[in-house]
T-cell receptor, first 114, second 115 residues
């Protein structure tokens, strides 16, 4: 069974440029999560989707970050414009459902903003 | 507020020796606890979880963890360490109070197994 797929794996951009990350969850998983992981820290939740609905985006900086999961499968996370402080690893995870199910993580996208 | 603490930034152990990576938690209600491992340039891999039942939970790659309610701990253990176990380990608790079900992660413990 394929795991969570993310692309690109690495991205280098200059500040003020836009950037987008893509995630394909494990087949059949209804819940999708985007996490931010700073160097030396544990991941922190940005947004959670139940199918196509964003049910928790309280930690998403909405002035520059946006996300979508139009058909309840793939998801895209966008930053526009990027700032130096956005340099981090962006992790996508999925689970069958959100209540007690284990979350499975993708390899992440490492973003460097110059 | 729910939280987890990993008091050690790094743990060194000789190959073949038992290893312990510590985790303590603070939760309201019953805890849902998890351990993940992260290898360089890789995502987090699920090792094991405690929801209910036996206090000793067995997981992947020979790892196990012991839930101790009185000490609010969930330490990760392995009887005999391998060099290939060297990685970054994260403890996490499920936040069930806010309805978000999000994981709250510790800051991670780097395990180095020396040959």
């Amino acid at each position: 069974e394929a795991g969570v797929v993310q692309s690109p794996r690495y991205k280098i951009i200059e500040k003020k440029q836009p950037v987008a990350f893509w995630c394909n969850p494990i087949s059949g998983h209804n819940t999708l999560y985007w996490y931010l992981q700073n160097l030396g820290q544990g991941p922190e939740l940005l947004i959670r989707y139940e199918n196509e609905e964003a049910v928790d985006d309280s930690q998403l900086p909405k002035d520059r970050f946006s996300a979508e999961r139009l058909k309840g499968v793939d998801s895209t996370l966008k930053i526009q414009p990027a700032e130096l402080g956005d340099s981090a690893v962006y992790l996508c995870a999925s689970s069958l459902h959100s209540s007690t199910d284990t979350q499975y993580f993708g390899p992440g996208t490492r973003l460097t903003v110059l | 507020a729910q939280s987890v603490a990993q008091p050690e930034d790094q743990v060194n152990v000789a190959e073949g020796n038992p290893l312990t990576v510590k985790c303590t938690y603070s939760v309201s209600g019953n805890p849902y606890l998890f351990w993940y491992v992260q290898y360089p340039n890789r995502g987090l891999q699920f090792l094991l979880k405690y929801i209910t039942g036996d206090n000793l939970v067995k997981g992947s790659y020979g790892f196990e963890a012991e839930f101790n309610k009185s000490q609010t701990s969930f330490h990760l253990k392995k009887p005999s360490a391998l060099v290939s176990d060297s990685a970054l380990y994260f403890c996490a608790v499920r936040d069930l109070t806010s309805g978000t079900y999000k994981y709250i992660f510790g800051t991670g413990t780097r395990l180095k197994v020396l040959a």
